[in-house]
């Protein structure tokens, strides 16, 4: 997809790997908003799995438009890098005074890869408020394994995120991140365009690398969060640690040696 993107930097790729999301708030013009409730209300033909990014949707399709905002191109090419596969999409719509709260739940638990992940965007074409039921997840959970739904029975954690936001607002999030759609309790009714994104090249140094250095991203990479128990809280920063080596090609990055001192294997006696 020729577009102008605007990549994000080494700050918000670190905010990433330890949130687990990345939220663009009001990217979409109004006017395109306007548009896509009326895409949305009318369907969205399926895509077949695995269809290159440039051949899923057609050249002028709104959704093909969404996708080449200079943001979110910017930030699809920063986390999946170019011409990443369609795993799928869909139009999920809660009816005024309608559904059930959705059970916590985090997607594929088939997909354990601790060196790559796949993204799902999620645009919001109109304002969300509390009582619409917007999408709830929970910041730093994406690198737990759980089953699918093993968190089902958690009603409320510490620190968890049920999104409120303005018209034409865009979510990314890794694949593994507990999530569940809330009961619309407006008189609204709410609609969301969910699509998964398969990375096909390594996920190392996609974005502006130019302030890897900076501070800032260690001190996002070592965040923590309120629902963590003290111990095994440390396993997410380790975890994140790992990942970051991989993104970066860093093999000694590190926070507080966390990772450094259960690696080392010495192979020489100190005499």
């Not at 985090?106 to 509390?130: E, K, S």
């Not at 034409?168 to 991140?177: A, E, P, Q, R, S």
């Not at 093999?251 to 006696?269: A, H, I, L, M, Q």
Request: proline content about 6%; charged content about 25%.
């Amino acid at each position: 997809m020729e577009n102008s993107q605007e990549l994000l930097n080494s700050v918000r790729m670190a905010r990433f790997v330890a949130r687990g999301s990345l939220r663009l708030d009001a990217v979409v013009p109004a006017e395109m908003n306007a548009e896509g409730l009326a895409v949305l209300a009318a369907g969205v033909p399926p895509v077949p799995y695995g269809t290159p990014l440039s051949e899923a949707y057609a050249k002028g399709s709104f959704v093909r438009r969404l996708l080449e905002l200079p943001q979110v191109a910017g930030a699809l090419r920063s986390l999946v890098g170019p011409e990443p596969w369609v795993d799928h999409h869909f139009v999920h719509i809660r009816e005024p005074h309608g559904g059930e709260a959705q059970g916590l739940h985090g997607d594929a638990i088939i997909d354990v890869r601790p060196d790559a992940f796949d993204v799902q965007l999620m645009y919001y074409p109109q304002a969300v408020t509390l009582e619409m039921g917007g999408t709830l997840s929970v910041p730093g959970s994406h690198l737990r394994r759980t089953n699918e739904s093993d968190t089902g029975r958690y009603q409320n954690l510490r620190g968890q995120d049920r999104l409120v936001c303005p018209a034409g607002t865009v979510v990314l999030l890794h694949h593994g991140i507990w999530h569940g759609g809330r009961r619309n309790d407006s008189d609204v009714r709410r609609y969301m365009f969910k699509i998964r994104f398969n990375p096909r090249v390594r996920q190392r140094r996609l974005w502006d690398t130019s302030d890897l250095h900076d501070p800032r991203v260690t001190a996002e990479l070592d965040v923590m969060f309120p629902w963590y128990e003290g111990a095994t809280g440390r396993l997410e920063r380790y975890n994140r640690i790992l990942l970051w080596r991989e993104l970066t090609g860093d093999g000694d990055f590190d926070v507080d040696r966390w990772v450094t001192r259960v690696s080392n294997r010495p192979k020489e006696t100190v005499e």
